[in-house]
């Protein structure tokens, strides 16, 4: 069914998240694809692609690939920016490995960048309003906060949970975030600085919310490894939908489309989720993250608050979940946020400090818009 | 310089739906929609108007505290999903001075209210809203 051309990730670089004044879109993307570019022993690439979900809004520039890639010297380089909110690196790490797969490139660029200290909050609050169905959810003032928090409660009164039940989340990511040098947030915090934190939307608190950094993180795929040492190949993604508008949902607890991307990763890799060693999950709530792992059957449905307390999903398990401290902790770069999993899943992978000691042969990458709108799931394995 | 929140058409062309809650039924398999679609999942692309009951049930709610500037002077907003006739709506839950007083399940009526508005240039936006049929 699939030919037998392979795809790998033979390099990659991630430019830790923050506050990035001095720096521009351009400044941030040449930094993170120049690096991952002398890391992949400078192969040319055909096309880049680039992840971002905010530029019109946030810079008021349009045409990002083609700005970008002149910047770094590729004017002649076809320079795509894929738009799909703050899911677009998943996005555009398909369209990449489409494109290798199809033979029309040997080797490509993928590419997240996304400043979002540019603006006031307002402003910023106004495009993260842009990943809800805004004539009929942001319009009457719903935000991505707001439809989360409904989740957390039904959630919690579905699987009889209390919030400190749910506290481990935002507990464990700082704990990881704490070992990880590229994490924005690297302090390890107690039960109680949940607890005393402000709510943002009941029972959703701040340290529920991933905190929105500048960031920019680069992969470099080829149809072939470039290195002798061990490698990481992608052998297998997949994509699932799940209509926009909340309140047709019946229920709120499962990601729909989190669960046929990760279907379709499995069955392209021909592999079963038993199998995989690491997990990185799109956690710019806590919520979102212990649905994604349900979803994707890592956990079980009601169980990832109690298997997370009982340290089941730490390092050295049988399944590592956000090694790297997650988006909680690593922050959220918008439209660049599935490149900081990517990279790190790549670095857990191979084995780089801080994550040498996890032994992970087999990982998933899961990104998603907004709240279960369209998600993408990539299995990546290391390879000698 | 006043930031528009939204155009004068965008929002005209949604009034059917913001004053009356107007939805679609499938000619051929009577599914409802709510916001209209312009395909059923039974394939038919035949709808009628549907405007959706005034009195439903309130599913789940949560009460927002960190608001889009334009809500600023309203907050914390209460958002919930509420069923109208087997349709799933989300919106405001209003005239509710404690919200810990609402839960799943009690009955609300749809209202009539300003949703938002818009400085010194900009017009005013009406929509539904919702408020608990007892008072909260
Ligand atoms: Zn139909």
Request: aromatic share 8%.
């Amino acid at each position: 069914m699939f030919n037998t051309t392979g795809v790998y990730i033979v390099a990659s670089s991630l430019v830790q998240g923050g506050r990035h004044y001095e720096k521009g879109l351009k400044e941030l993307f040449a930094e993170s694809f120049l690096k991952a570019l002398d890391n992949a022993g400078n192969p040319g690439v055909g096309a880049i692609y680039v992840a971002n979900a905010f530029a019109e809004s946030l810079q008021d520039q349009g045409v990002l690939g083609a700005y970008l890639a002149d910047y770094v010297g590729l004017r002649k380089t076809p320079a795509i920016r894929i738009e799909g909110g703050d899911g677009s690196s998943g996005l555009a790490f398909l369209e990449a490995y489409n494109m290798i797969r199809s033979g029309i490139y040997d080797c490509v660029a993928v590419s997240g960048v996304e400043k979002m200290s540019d603006v006031t909050s307002i402003r910023l609050n106004k495009a993260l309003a842009t990943i809800t169905d805004y004539e009929y959810e942001g319009f009457f003032g719903v935000t991505p906060a707001a439809i989360s928090a409904l989740a957390m409660k039904e959630y919690m009164s579905k699987y009889n949970y209390d919030y400190e039940d749910m506290a481990i989340w935002p507990v464990k990511m700082h704990e990881r975030g704490s070992a990880n040098p590229l994490a924005y947030m690297r302090r390890k915090i107690s039960l109680k600085d949940v607890m005393d934190s402000e709510v943002v939307s009941e029972p959703l608190r701040l340290y529920d919310t991933a905190p929105a950094v500048d960031g920019a993180g680069t992969v470099i795929l080829c149809n072939k490894p470039l290195k002798n040492d061990a490698v990481v190949r992608v052998d297998g993604v997949g994509v699932g939908s799940n209509g926009t508008y909340i309140g047709q949902r019946s229920e709120l607890t499962m990601l729909h489309s989190v669960a046929d991307a990760t279907n379709m990763a499995l069955r392209m890799a021909n592999t079963e989720v038993g199998s995989v060693n690491a997990v990185e999950v799109h956690d710019t709530y806590s919520i979102l993250g212990i649905l994604a792992l349900e979803s994707m059957g890592i956990t079980r449905p009601g169980e990832t608050p109690r298997a997370l307390s009982l340290g089941q999903l730490d390092p050295g398990g049988r399944v590592v979940v956000n090694a790297s401290g997650g988006l909680k902790s690593m922050g959220f770069p918008g439209g660049a946020s599935g490149m900081y999993e990517l990279v790190s899943m790549h670095m857990e992978l191979m084995g780089t400090k801080p994550f040498d000691n996890l032994n992970a042969e087999v990982g998933l990458v899961q990104d998603m818009s907004g709240f279960d709108l369209t998600s993408t799931v990539i299995l990546l394995r290391r390879v000698s | 310089m006043v930031d528009q929140k939204l155009s004068v058409p965008r929002y005209w062309r949604r009034i059917p739906q913001y004053y009356r809650l107007e939805g679609v039924q499938c000619v051929k398999c009577g599914r409802i929609y709510y916001p209209p679609r312009a395909v059923c999942e039974c394939g038919s692309r035949e709808f009628r108007a549907y405007p959706l009951p005034s009195v439903g049930k309130l599913i789940n709610y949560t009460v927002l505290y960190s608001v889009p500037s334009e809500f600023e002077k309203m907050k914390p907003l209460v958002i919930g999903i509420v069923d109208l006739g087997g349709v799933r709506v989300m919106g405001q839950i209003v005239d509710c001075p404690d919200p810990s007083k609402l839960s799943p399940g009690i009955d609300v009526e749809v209202v009539f209210r300003m949703v938002k508005m818009d400085g010194n240039y900009g017009i005013i936006n009406y929509g539904y809203k919702f408020r608990p049929l007892n008072s909260c």
